[in-house]
T-cell receptor, first 112, second 115 residues
Framework: DAKTTQPTSMDCAEGRAANLPCNHS???????VYWYRQIHSQGPQYIIH???NNETNEMASLIITEDRKSSTLILPHATLRDTAVYYC?????????????FGTGTRLTVIP | GAGVSQTPSNKVTEKGKYVELRCDPI?????LYWYRQSLGQGPEFLIY????????DSGLPNDRFFAVRPEGSVSTLKIQRTERGDSAVYLC?????????????FGPGTRLLVL
């Protein structure tokens, strides 16, 4: 599975949009982009995933560039509860490893 | 419905002892995963079950680590002759099926401390 690159940390003001970037320049056509987050002392929580189209759910939006080499997770109105480590992961649709490769993620701190 | 549960939530043991960590997956999920997370790091894969069989155990660090899932539901991760370096959070996840399209849902983890 392709590897990802994320900034180590980011800050965001409460109520503002948090935009978390991820580079996955070696992604192949049959790989999804997944986002998980991990709030302190909890297990990772699924947020969203996509293949090539932008996706939105109740938690966040996922914007994938046309060449699919990068993506951005958007939390539209960040709250203090969104403070967490955010992991960007790419996974093959079929075949390849079934496990998730997490990397070190981006530590997002939402500031009051 | 209920999520993935793990017991105990915390375990303190002495070097050289044997420990068992339990995972109850979401009902009906056929795939089950174990990960280990050291302080400041992301979770790292240990082993994955499809049904009762271990489909991929390539992440187990050595033969002191073993996991079972005898009836295709509950799984137990077993660590023999524990070492201080085994101290970590052990996470379990389950998914409806295996495969890249399937979302994995995680439990809260078991925090293991080896003194």
């Amino acid at each position: 599975d392709a590897k990802t690159t994320q900034p180590t940390s980011m800050d965001c003001a409460e109520g503002r949009a948090a935009n978390l970037p991820c580079n996955h320049s070696t992604i192949s056509g049959n790989e999804y982009v997944y986002w998980y987050r991990q709030i302190h002392s909890q297990g990772p929580q699924y947020i969203i995933h996509g293949l090539k189209n932008n996706e939105t759910n109740e938690m966040a939006s996922l914007i994938i560039t046309e060449d699919r080499k990068s993506s951005t997770l958007i939390l539209p109105h960040a709250t203090l509860r969104d403070t967490a480590v955010y992991y960007c992961i790419v996974r093959r649709r079929v075949g390849g490893a079934n496990n998730l490769f997490f990397g070190t993620g981006t530590r997002l701190t939402v500031i009051p | 419905g209920a999520g993935v549960s793990q017991t105990p939530s915390n375990k303190v043991t002495e070097k050289g002892k044997y420990v068992e960590l339990r995972c109850d997956p979401i009902s009906g999920h056929t795939a089950l995963y174990w990960y280990r997370q050291s302080l400041g790091q992301g979770p790292e894969f240990l082993i994955y079950f499809q049904g009762t069989g271990a489909a991929d155990d390539s992440g187990l660090p050595n033969d002191r680590f073993f996991a079972v899932r005898p009836e295709g539901s509950v799984s137990t991760l077993k660590i023999q002759r524990t070492e201080r370096g085994d101290s970590a959070v052990y996470l379990c996840a389950s998914s409806r099926l295996a495969g890249g399209q399937e979302t994995q849902y995680f439990g809260p983890g078991t925090r293991l401390l080896v003194l």
